[in-house]
Structure formats: structure tokens, C-alpha cells
């Protein structure tokens, strides 16, 4: 145990004033080092000059911050000499916090520098969850469909059957909105909404094979929505305004078709350019046209309440089938009679009332289904000249399931705007599924309100022509009908504007992924930075659709492409959560894989039911880009992309897997732990227990575990022994629950044989990127320190992570649980090692009912309020649950203990060597300086954690093994279990999704 303070001699006090004032430099002779030079003219392994792959974050910081100072007095332990290029924490946490908002710094795999250059900057945030999502995700859903289908679907279906297809729809949208609020809050979603996420879960070539359709499925909506506006205008608004034919036009005619061709090409034009000319037009009209939606729906529904009311038409039932308005002149039989043929005797002939309202009992009526053919007044029944007919080729429950399903689309506008929220991972699942919440209830109430207040033939007439040629649900509106045409017309208008402003920049982002090389002349913006040559080429595509001039056939259209990118978000979240990743921690809870399961099947279903021929057609062209991908990818690492169709299955994979380091969010610790064994009378003894325990416990990492041992003489001599201890390590790995492999080597010494391992273990991708190597316990009378020291610069060479585990009692587990805290205490940049270990042993049913507590050292210079901020922040934006503290080292004064601690190692060490007493250096005070001052700091916070997480220190050029065992050893007196981990040299953690 260290002397007391106040047990020191009154030299000790005084030496240690003069050393803080700079009147006393000590110098030491020599070192072990030195001593084994002279003996062996060698410089041992750990002493060669070694890569720093953080070297380049101190030319970030000290670019940023201008003060960076690797040599700080307070924790000279952890950054002299060998640790320079690593930055503290507190220089850097407030980088990790800003981060941009258009673009992922994650794109390729990062090194540390890159990782930490793209953070730097910091998009402004100020939306809520009211206006950022619910608003704008409820402007997306309602829309054309509403207005102008909806009734004709419930007359059609029923209203039985009317509710089963919203119900299906407004389901499968809702299942689809879960698994987008996990991936969503799973980190960051900078842009490109659907696109982004897919591509980055499922990779380039599902994400680019979904962009494109999503990116159809967007450029047809807008389509759709500007022949609905047509529609509107033509059939409800300004019936005269038609350019091919006496106005108003027949909806059935082929002049009306015209219409909806040269007015759509028209007003396209007019949309493509207020969108060139600027976005912010586009945001300023969408909230008007928000508004008269909504305005719009509060209209229809006081008119559900007060119908029937002074205005609403009556309509003219002849036989039946309804007339239309300027044929049924005064609806009597002898009118009708002395203009149409048909008209008999024998044929009923009244007047009755189109909205009835809720007293009546057409809801009863309504509640069947009225499946017509073309040309159909009632079923099997045709209609006659003047009266109102089915005018679709036919319906059914199918082809009214795909013309409806694009009213429950539009989900993804939150994450749309993820860059722009004040909190994504809060306002992102409330405000998406309280809209799909919000516009089901719409959905279903106006369902059940429609069936109860209008008769069933009106609700059939799709173009309003037995009632002069009115909306249906206008006529439904208080107090007048123009409230609903109106936000009808903005609401098509508006939604057309903002798929004409997305679907370009989808488009753009695509190309700029260089994924498909046909797209890389749409990748180039502008001058100001719009998507120009996208929005050109989106023109082009809904003019197409806009050539069709029919709002029900490019409806399926579009069910079809949205059903196909909803189905890959929840395939995106079901994968995810079966994998348990590492990078995999939504903020969002409220998700199972077998919910996401279910809404894929039901996207797929729905595909298959609206039409098996578009479905096909989709999945096809699907493949076929993902093929390409494939192809292209392939093609561009190997220079042939049908190569890899002939290997075998492991070969492919590991090939694939080889072909880049893994990216930040798939590291997940890949562990080479060393094992001692004790070998006696023929047969083998684990030593060490815990390292294989502790790799065990961080399988939740999904990594691969090898255990490794080494026995010493040689291989011919041994090899039954060694095959021996192999299976002790397997029976080791099986007890541990760790999926992995055992190895034994045989050497003629421990440095060389774990040398050779670390460097040599694992085939291909499949290799370790940590190591873990058991505490030397007996380091002051064995060489195990020096071991050790060989291992960590081994590591460091390879940029390898590195572990060295100290428990002084028994490892946690199932049986016994540790229940108290797992505590980090991170001091050094470490690419978020730390952090990322101490999540994935809470993983562990041995360490979960642990909390979790972060701590960073705030020094004199450091502005501790914000650092605390900064870390909360920064924890936030990780998805993980945990406690953050900044704690105060501000003295960096050598007190007079250190001096004592200093001096009895000189003292231990001189007698060990045989060597002259020396003075300790002024930086091995210091050293000494940093870890008592930490441990007081450490057992005062952290004494009863069950796991103290700390950054290891890298030991210095030519670093006396003895000298460095002493620091840790100090820096841990008092603390139960210890778990030093140093990082590999890149980042292994993100904010981003």
C-alpha cells in the first residue's frame, strides 16, 4: 500500500515544492532499458519506433481548437510522448457533438482523422416535432385520393369492405412507420430520406435498386396528384375552361382526355419552373396549401353532422340507376318517357335525396359491397342513355385496395427532415405515428360517415354528374362547397410541388453514390446548388405519367413502387434486430423483428393482390438494377464481374468480406484472447477463466472469439499436449457461450509465439481487431511485464484494439449477476472503444442490470459546464442509456506523496536491477503525479463499481517494464475489477444511422 502523506519526511515535502516551482530537475542515470542494450547490443521489441494511427487527430484539434497541448502536467500518464497524436476528450468532445446536416460523414470507411474532420460542422436545427413532422407527414398523406376517390370507393365497396381496405392499408403503413422509427433513431439520417436508410442497412445494391423505384414511385405522384388538380378544375371548378370540345366535357370522352394532357403538360411546366427557381417558394406554399387541407377536412366533417342542409341536391332515380342532372329534366316518368326510349311504363321514376344524413337508414344500405363492370348502373345491370354508369373497364376489391393505398403514403416526410428537427430521435416515431394515427382515424371516421349520410348511387357516380356535375364531398361541406374545392385544388398542387422538389434531389443523391453510371450526369448541381439536371429528367418521367391522363391507372403505379420501398424498410429493421449489431441501438423501443416481418409480407401481399402483373413488373426491374450494381461493383474491384459466380459459397464470402475494411458501424470487436494453461501429469488447466468469460460476455458484438495459448520447447515434443490444451480452450469457449476457436502454439519463447499470433491468427476477413491478454500479477518477480509490454506495441503496430482485464474477485455472470455500475472513464479519443465495450458487456445477462456511468476529466483550462453538456449530447446522439459526470482535476501540483511513491520504485527498482540509486525524472514524477492524483479521483467515484473501464495509457519510448506495471498499478490500488482497453486507430462508434 502507498505511504501516507503525512507520513512523509520533511525532504520529501520540500523536494516536491521545488520541483513544482522548476528549482530542482532531476535526472536518472539509467534505466533497464538501457542496462539490456549494454548487455545484449539490442534494443528490445517495444522500444522501436511505432505508427500512431491517431497521429493526425492532434492537427484537427489543434487546427480547430488553437490550444490543443499534448503535454498537459494533470495527465501526463496518458499523453506523454507515445500518446501525443491522441487528443484528450475534452479537447474533442465538443466536435463529436456537430455534425452536418446534408451530408454522411460515414459514407466510405473512416479513418480516425476523416471520422473526425466530417463532424466539424453543425447544421442549425429549429423544427419541432408539431411542425417538423406531424405537419408536414399529414400534408403528405391527405391528398387527391381523399377528395376524389374515397367516395366512390365506399359506394363500390361498402362500407364494410371499404373499412377492411383502410384498415389493411392504414395497417401496413403503421407496421412500415415502427421499423422507420427504429432506423430513423437509430443515429443520424442526414438525408435522402427511404434511399439513405435502405442503402445504408442493406447496402448499395438493395438501397439502389429501392431509390430508383422510390424515386418513380415520388416523380408519378406528382404525376398523379397534377391530373387530379386537372380534374378537379375541369369537372368541378371551370367546366368551360375545356380546350378540346363544347365545355363541360364528358369524363368518359376522349376529349377530356386531352384535356388532362395539355392542361397536366401545362401546369407541370408551371411547377418545374417555381421549383427552379427556388425551394423556399415551395416551403412557402406548402403551408398554405396545409392549411386549406386541413380547413378543408374540418369543413367535411361539420357537414357530416349537419347534412341535410339548404343547398345539397336532390338526384333523379330512374329504374336503377341515377340520371344524369341535364338529362333528368323534372324527373317524371313522362319526361323521361317522351326523351328516352327506354322509359316504359313499368319504370320507377322519383326524385330522392342524394345526403339523406345520419337520421336515415341508408347506412344499413351501404354497408354491402356494389362490384360493376363497365357500363354498369347496378350489378349485371346496364345502363341506358342519360344515366349515370361505372365508367373503369371494372372494379373489385383488388383494383380498389391499389387506387387507395397511395392516400396512406407520405410517411417518410419526418425523416425527410431529420437535418432540420431539433430532436430526430423524439420527434421522428411521435410525430410520424401520430399522423399515421391521426389520418386512419380520418380515414376510417369518413368512411363510416359517408355510408351513413349519402346514398349509395351518389357515392358511386365517381364524377358527380347525377348532381350537376359537383364533388361529392364538397356537397358534403359547411357551409359551402368552395372551402373543399379549393384545398382540394392547393392540396394537389402543393403535394405536386413537393414531389418535384424530393424526387430530383432522391435522384441526385443516387447519382452522386455513383452506383449506376447512366446516372452520374445528375449527380452535378448547379451553380446554386439545385439539382438542375435531376429536376429536368423528373420532368420528363411525369410527363409520362401525365400522358396517360388517367388518375386510376397511375395510382397503382405508384402503389406498386411505395409498397416495394415500404417492404425494404421493414425487411432494413427485421434484419437489424435479428443481427443485433453493434451500431444497431434505435432510441426508439417500441419495434420487434416479427412486427417488421409482418409488414414486408403485408407490403408484399398487397403488391401481389393490386395487380400480380405491375407487382412482377416491379420486382423485376428491381433485380435488374440490383444485378447491375452487383455487376458494376463486382467488375470494378476484381475487373470481372462474373467471377464470383463460380467460386463456393465461403470463398465468395470471404472474398466479399475482404474487399474493404468494415465500416463504423459494422466493427464489432473480433477478439484474440491469450489464455494461460497449466499442463501437469498429462493433462491441461485453464488458468485464466475470466479472459475467456470476458470475451464470452461481448458476444453480443456478434464478433468472432479465438482463444490462444502458448506452451514453451518444441512442436515435435509437445503436439500431444498442445492438442490437448486445445480442447480445454474449446470446452472454455462452450461454457462461456462464446462462438469461436482455439489454438494452441508451441514455441521456444512466450514473446515470439505471441507475436506470431497476433499477427498471424484468422484467415482472411475473418481475423481479430483486439486483443486481450491477461493482467501480469507477478510482474515484479517474473518477465510477464515485459510480455506484456511486447504484446501492446505489437498491436499498436498492427492498429489493433487492446484489453488487459484486472479483477480481483470472481467475473459477473448469469448465475451471479454484477448489479451495481459499469463506470468508463474516458480520457483519451479512442475512437469511441470504451464506450462501444462497456454497451456490449451490458448486452451480457451477466452485466445488464448494471448502470451505465461515462466520466470525463475536465482540466484548468476546460470549460467543465459545457463538457458535461457536450457529453450528454454526444451519449444522446449514440443511443445508449447512461449517466454522464465531468469531474474537476484543476491541481496539477507534484505533492509530496508523489515524491515518496516516486522514490520507494527507484528504490525497488535498484535493488532489483543491481543498479545505483537515481533521483526519479521530472516526467516519471509527473507520470507518478497523474496516476495517484486519478486513483483518488477513481476510488472516491468508482470504488463500488462492479467495472471500471480506463483508457491504458501507451508506455513511453523505451519505457522501463517495471516502471510502467507501477503507474497502473497505482493508478488501480483500491478498485475491484478494472478493464483497461485501448483503441485500434479508428473510429468503432457513430451517431450516424
Same mark, same amino acid.
Given at each position: ?764 476477413? *475473418? ?194 517494464? *517495471? ?31
Amino acid at each position: 500500500m502507498p505511504a501516507s502523506p503525512r507520513g512523509l519526511k520533511k525532504s520529501h515535502a520540500r523536494e516536491a515544492m521545488e520541483l513544482n516551482e522548476g528549482l530542482l530537475t532531476p535526472n536518472s542515470p539509467g534505466s533497464l532499458i538501457e542496462i539490456e542494450e549494454q548487455k545484449a547490443g539490442i534494443r528490445p521489441a517495444w522500444s522501436l519506433s511505432r505508427p500512431n494511427p491517431y497521429s493526425t487527430l492532434s492537427d484537427i484539434v489543434s487546427e480547430q481548437a488553437g490550444d490543443y497541448d499534448a503535454e498537459s502536467d494533470t495527465l501526463t500518464l496518458f499523453t506523454a510522448d507515445g500518446n501525443t497524436g491522441v487528443p484528450k476528450v475534452s479537447n474533442v468532445l465538443n466536435k463529436l457533438v456537430k455534425f452536418p446536416g446534408g451530408e454522411n460523414p460515414n459514407e466510405e470507411v473512416l479513418s480516425a482523422q476523416e471520422s473526425m474532420l466530417a463532424l466539424l460542422k453543425k447544421a442549425p436545427v429549429k423544427l419541432d416535432t408539431l411542425a417538423g413532422v406531424y405537419l408536414p407527414t399529414i400534408q403528405n398523406i391527405f391528398g387527391v385520393i381523399l377528395f376524389l376517390r374515397v367516395p366512390w370507393i365506399v359506394g363500390t365497396a361498402g362500407v364494410g369492405q371499404a373499412l377492411l381496405i383502410v384498415a389493411i392499408c392504414c395497417t401496413t403503413t403503421l407496421l412500415t412507420a415502427l421499423s422507420l422509427s427504429a432506423i430513423a433513431t437509430n443515429g443520424v439520417v442526414p438525408a435522402g430520406g427511404a434511399y439513405f436508410m435502405i442503402s445504408r442497412n442493406l447496402g448499395p445494391e438493395f438501397g439502389g435498386a429501392v431509390g430508383i423505384l422510390f424515386y418513380l414511385g415520388t416523380t408519378f405522384a406528382g404525376a398523379m396528384y397534377i391530373l387530379g388538380a386537372i380534374e378537379l378544375l375541369l369537372v368541378y371548378i371551370a367546366p368551360g375552361m375545356s380546350a378540346f370540345g363544347p365545355g363541360p366535357v364528358d369524363p368518359d370522352s376522349v376529349d377530356f382526355v386531352n384535356n388532362l394532357r395539355l392542361y397536366g403538360s401545362a401546369v407541370l411546366m408551371m411547377l418545374v419552373i417555381v421549383v427552379f427557381i427556388g425551394v423556399k417558394y415551395v416551403n412557402r406554399f406548402g403551408g398554405v396549401c396545409l392549411f386549406a387541407v386541413i380547413l378543408s377536412i374540418l369543413c367535411i366533417f361539420i357537414g357530416f353532422f349537419s347534412t341535410p342542409f339548404a343547398g345539397q341536391p336532390d338526384v333523379c332515380l330512374a329504374g336503377q340507376g341515377l340520371m344524369e342532372s341535364d338529362e333528368a329534366g323534372d324527373c317524371t316518368q313522362e319526361y323521361l318517357r317522351s326523351v328516352f326510349d327506354w322509359v316504359t311504363n313499368t319504370t320507377s321514376v322519383e326524385r330522392i335525396q342524394g345526403f339523406p344524413g345520419l337520421t336515415s337508414d341508408v347506412g344499413s344500405q351501404n354497408a354491402k359491397s356494389t362490384y360493376l363492370g363497365q357500363g354498369e348502373v347496378a350489378h349485371g345491370v346496364d345502363g341506358f342513355k342519360g344515366q349515370v354508369a361505372e365508367t373503369s373497364e371494372s372494379t373489385s376489391f383488388a383494383i380498389l385496395l391499389a387506387i387507395f393505398f397511395p392516400s396512406v403514403t407520405g410517411i417518410m416526410a419526418g425523416s425527410n427532415r431529420s437535418g432540420d428537427l431539433k430532436d430526430p430521435s423524439a420527434s421522428i416515431p411521435t410525430g410520424t405515428i401520430a399522423a399515421v394515427m391521426t389520418t386512419s382515424m380520418v380515414y376510417f371516421c369518413s368512411v363510416i360517415l359517408l355510408g351513413a349520410t349519402t346514398e349509395g348511387t351518389v357515392l358511386r357516380d365517381k364524377f358527380g354528374e347525377s348532381i350537376g356535375g359537383r364533388m361529392v364531398l364538397a356537397q358534403l361541406s359547411w357551409p359551402t362547397e368552395w372551402i373543399v374545392l379549393i384545398g382540394a385544388l392547393l392540396s394537389c398542387l402543393g403535394a405536386a410541388l413537393q414531389s418535384l422538389t424530393g424526387a430530383p434531389r432522391l435522384l441526385q443523391a443516387i447519382a452522386q453514390d455513383d452506383l449506376i453510371k447512366a446516372l452520374e450526369f445528375f449527380g452535378k448541381a448547379s451553380e446554386s446548388g439545385e439539382p438542375t439536371r435531376a429536376l429536368i429528367l423528373t420532368a420528363c418521367i411525369a410527363e409520362a405519367g401525365i400522358l396517360i391522363a388517367s388518375l386510376d391507372t397511375v395510382a397503382p403505379i405508384i402503389t406498386m413502387f411505395f409498397l416495394m420501398c415500404y417492404a425494404f424498410v421493414n425487411l432494413a429493421c427485421a434484419i437489424q434486430s435479428l443481427l443485433k449489431s453493434p451500431s444497431w441501438r434505435p432510441r426508439y423501443k417500441y419495434y420487434h423483428w416479427s412486427l417488421s416481418a409482418t409488414g414486408m409480407v403485408m407490403c408484399v401481399l398487397l403488391m401481389l393482390i393490386s395487380s400480380w402483373v405491375y407487382a412482377v413488373v416491379a420486382m423485376m426491374f428491381a433485380g435488374v438494377i440490383y444485378h447491375y450494381i452487383q455487376y458494376r461493383g463486382a467488375a470494378k474491384e476484381w475487373g470481372d464481374g462474373l467471377r464470383g459466380l463460380s467460386m463456393q459459397a465461403a470463398k465468395f464470402s470471404l472474398l466479399r468480406l475482404e474487399e474493404t475494411p468494415p465500416h463504423t458501424k459494422n466493427w464489432r470487436p473480433q477478439v484474440l484472447a491469450f489464455a494461460r494453461l497449466e499442463v501437469s501429469d498429462g493433462s491441461t488447466k485453464l488458468l485464466e477463466p475470466s479472459l475467456v468469460h470476458l470475451a464470452g460476455q461481448l458476444k453480443g458484438g456478434k464478433g468472432l472469439t479465438m482463444i490462444a495459448s502458448v506452451l514453451l520447447g518444441r512442436y515435435q515434443d509437445r503436439w500431444q499436449e498442445a492438442a490437448a490444451g486445445q480442447k480445454t480452450l474449446k470446452r472454455a469457449l462452450k461454457t462461456a457461450s462464446a462462438d469461436g476457436f482455439a489454438q494452441v502454439m508451441v514455441g521456444s519463447d512466450i514473446e515470439s509465439a505471441v507475436t506470431y499470433l497476433i499477427q498471424g491468427s484468422g484467415l482472411g476477413a *475473418l481475423r481479430h481487431n483486439t486483443v486481450i491478454l491477461g493482467w501480469p500479477h507477478r510482474w515484479r518477480t517474473q518477465h510477464s511485464a515485459s510480455i506484456l509490454l511486447q504484446a501492446m506495441s505489437v498491436s499498436r503496430s498492427a492498429n489493433l484494439a487492446f484489453m488487459v482485464p484486472k479483477y480481483e474477485s470472481a467475473t459477473p455472470s448469469e448465475s451471479n449477476p454484477a448489479r451495481n455500475s459499469i463506470d468508463v472513464w474516458w480520457i483519451m479519443h479512442d475512437g469511441g472503444m470504451l464506450i462501444l465495450i462497456a454497451f456490449l458487456l451490458r448486452q451480457d445477462k451477466a452485466w445488464s442490470r448494471c448502470r451505465l456511468r461515462i466520466f470525463c476529466v475536465a482540466e484548468a483550462d476546460d470549460n467543465s459546464i459545457q463538457m458535461e453538456q457536450d457529453l450528454a449530447l454526444f451519449v444522446r446522439l449514440l443511443r445508449i442509456d447512461a449517466e454522464v459526470f465531468v469531474v474537476e482535476m484543476v491541481n496539477s501540483d507534484i505533492t509530496p506523496h508523489t515524491v515518496s511513491r516516486a522514490r520507494e520504485f527507484e528504490e525497488s527498482r535498484a535493488a532489483a536491477y543491481g543498479t545505483p540509486l537515481a533521483s526519479p525524472s521530472q516526467t516519471s514524477l509527473r507520470r507518478m503525479n497523474t496516476a495517484t492524483k486519478m486513483n483518488a479521483v477513481l476510488t472516491e467515484r468508482s470504488k463500488d463499481a462492479d467495472l471500471v473501464a480506463l483508457c491504458l495509457p501507451d508506455p513511453l519510448e523505451d519505457d522501463d517494464p *517495471l516502471e510502467y506495471m507501477t503507474l497502473l498499478e497505482e493508478l488501480t490500488v483500491g478498485l475491484n475489477r478494472v478493464l483497461f482497453i485501448r483503441g485500434g486507430g479508428r473510429e468503432v462508434i457513430t451517431i450516424f444511422s
